[in-house]
Antibody
Framework: EVQLLESGGGLDQPGGSLRLSCAAS????????MSWVRQAPGKGLEWVSG????????SYADSVKGRFTISRDNSKNTLYLQMNSLRAEDTAIYYC???????????????WGQGTLVTVSS | DIVMTQSPDSLAVSLGERATINCKSS????????????LAWYQQKPGQPPKLLIY???TRESGVPDRFSGSGSGTDFTLTISSLQAADVAVYYC?????????FGGGTKVEIK
C-alpha cells in the first residue's frame, strides 16, 4: 500500500525558512517522480514543484521559483521541500504526491499524502 | 501556462440524479502522437487530500464506482456522476498533465439538494 507522510509544517514569520519532508513507502521510490502541491485555506489546488525519480530534473511554479528547492534522498525514500523567503501567500496545506513515471514529463499524480500545514504570519 | 476553467463553481443535485461538471483548457491537452488527452479528475472531501478519479480524460482509476465517467477531447471535458450518492459530496477538480506547470481548475463543489 502506498503511503506518503508529510512533516515539517508549522508557523513561521515572513522571510523565514521551513523544510518539509515526505516519507514514502509501499512502492519502489526511485522509480517515480514526485511533486509538491499546495492548497491555501478554503482555496483550490496549486502545483508547486516536481522532481524526477533520480533527482536529476526539477521544475517549479513561477510563484516559488528562486525561493523553494525540491530534493529527494532515494536511500531514505524521502522527499523534501526547502522553503526560504517565506511570504504570507505561502500559507497553505502542502501535499506530497507520487506520480506515475520516473521522468518529470507529463506526469499524473496518483497518490497524495495527508498534507502538512504551513502558516506564514508575523 | 495552460489555464483550466471549471463550471459551475457549485451545484446541488438530488440523490439519484445526474451531476455534470465542465472543464475547459486554454489550449489542447491532446497529444497527437498517442491520441491521449492529458486530463485528470480528482475528488476532494472535507479534511482529506485529493483522490484520483479519472485519467486520460475517461479512464476510471481502480476502485472508482462506475457512476463516475469522464468524456471530452482537446480543450473541452466533462465529469458526470450518473446517480448522485451522499458519499459523492465533495469538491471536484480537473487538472492537465500535458505539460508543467501542472494546472488545476478552480474546483466545483457538489452538494445534495
Amino acid at each position: 500500500e502506498v503511503q506518503l507522510l508529510e512533516s515539517g509544517g508549522g508557523l513561521d514569520q515572513p522571510g523565514g525558512s521551513l523544510r518539509l519532508s515526505c516519507a514514502a513507502s509501499g512502492f519502489t521510490y526511485s522509480n517515480y517522480a514526485m511533486s509538491w502541491v499546495r492548497q491555501a485555506p478554503g482555496k483550490g489546488l496549486e502545483w508547486v514543484s516536481g522532481i524526477s525519480g533520480l533527482g536529476d530534473t526539477t521544475s517549479y511554479a513561477d510563484s516559488v521559483k528562486g525561493r523553494f528547492t525540491i530534493s529527494r534522498d532515494n536511500s531514505k525514500n524521502t522527499l523534501y521541500l526547502q522553503m526560504n523567503s517565506l511570504r504570507a501567500e505561502d500559507t497553505a496545506i502542502y501535499y506530497c504526491a507520487k506520480t506515475t513515471k520516473q521522468w518529470l514529463v507529463s506526469v499524473l499524480l496518483d497518490y497524495w499524502g495527508q498534507g502538512t500545514l504551513v502558516t506564514v504570519s508575523s | 501556462d495552460i489555464v483550466m476553467t471549471q463550471s459551475p463553481d457549485s451545484l446541488a443535485v438530488s440523490l439519484g440524479e445526474r451531476a455534470t461538471i465542465n472543464c475547459k483548457s486554454s489550449q489542447s491537452v491532446l497529444y497527437s502522437s498517442n491520441n491521449k488527452n492529458y486530463l485528470a479528475w480528482y475528488q476532494q472531501k472535507p479534511g482529506q487530500p485529493p483522490k484520483l478519479l479519472i485519467y486520460w480524460a475517461s479512464t476510471r482509476e481502480s476502485g472508482v464506482p462506475d457512476r463516475f465517467s469522464g468524456s471530452g477531447s482537446g480543450t473541452d471535458f466533462t465529469l458526470t456522476i450518473s446517480s448522485l450518492q451522499a458519499a459523492d459530496v465533495a469538491v471536484y477538480y480537473c487538472q492537465q498533465y500535458y505539460t508543467t506547470p501542472l494546472t488545476f481548475g478552480g474546483g466545483t463543489k457538489v452538494e445534495i439538494k
